[in-house]
């Protein structure tokens, strides 16, 4: 691309073949890269920076598509050239990208194995920039009849009240439970106290007649079940 001083790098400057719309509408989105699908909706980009640039920067600065889905509006508003406008389109495009992984469920969703349980949650805790403990209750034929979030914070048997953990269960006269939380650090790995808490959880849903079926804890493109494992479902 020509560089020239006080001018701005422009998508006009670029080879029309390398330009991300007309690569869009030659080849479709699928193979454009995370940059110049970015840059399409970002526009125009900044003085010393075209659109494509202006995204690969972003990207960087947030630690990829993750770190910009966990990013806030008004975080995003602060980022050289983006300003409210375009924190808002990028926003609105991630929030239709979460609709569309969730239009196609079920109303009623059944689980069949802790692949199903990652499936449902991931896209909305991958989000999440500290950990969260969500319970999802079952029904006889595995399906969730409801997801409730009982705890935000550092997830251990000493800060979470295993009374709440039952709580909605008892409510909806549910026979069994799954455990899901999330690792903001991206590694799966249950630590000593994720193990503690979830044998504290078991012991009380047999005192109460409602299964424990599992304990997912989510990271970053991968899971861990803690039955499949073996940590404290013995």
Request: a negative charge; hydrophobic letters at 40%.
């Amino acid at each position: 691309m020509r560089i020239k001083d006080n001018t701005l790098y422009r998508i006009t400057d670029m080879e029309e073949g390398e330009r991300p719309r007309e690569r869009l509408a030659r080849y479709g989105a699928a193979h454009l890269s995370n940059p110049e699908l970015l840059a399409i909706l970002l526009r125009v980009g900044v003085e010393g920076e075209n659109a494509v640039h202006m995204a690969d920067r972003i990207l960087n600065e947030n630690h990829g598509l993750i770190g910009l889905y966990r990013t806030s509006y008004l975080e995003l508003c602060e980022q050289h050239g983006i300003g409210p406008a375009k924190a808002a389109q990028l926003l609105a495009a991630i929030e239709l990208g979460k609709r569309i992984a969730l239009a196609d469920k079920d109303t009623q969703r059944t689980i069949h194995g802790p692949q199903d349980v990652y499936d449902e949650l991931v896209y909305d805790m991958l989000a999440l920039d500290q950990e969260e403990l969500r319970v999802l209750i079952m029904d006889t034929r595995n399906h969730i009849l409801e997801i409730e979030t009982i705890y935000k914070g550092s997830v251990n048997s000493s800060q979470v009240r295993i009374a709440e953990v039952f709580k909605g269960a008892i409510r909806k006269n549910a026979t069994s439970i799954i455990i899901v939380h999330n690792h903001p650090s991206g590694d799966p790995s249950p630590s000593p106290e994720d193990k503690a808490l979830t044998r504290a959880i078991i012991q009380a849903g047999k005192l109460l007649d409602i299964d424990v079926l599992d304990h997912i804890v989510i990271g970053h493109k991968q899971f861990v079940s803690m039955k499949e494992k073996g940590f404290a479902f013995q």
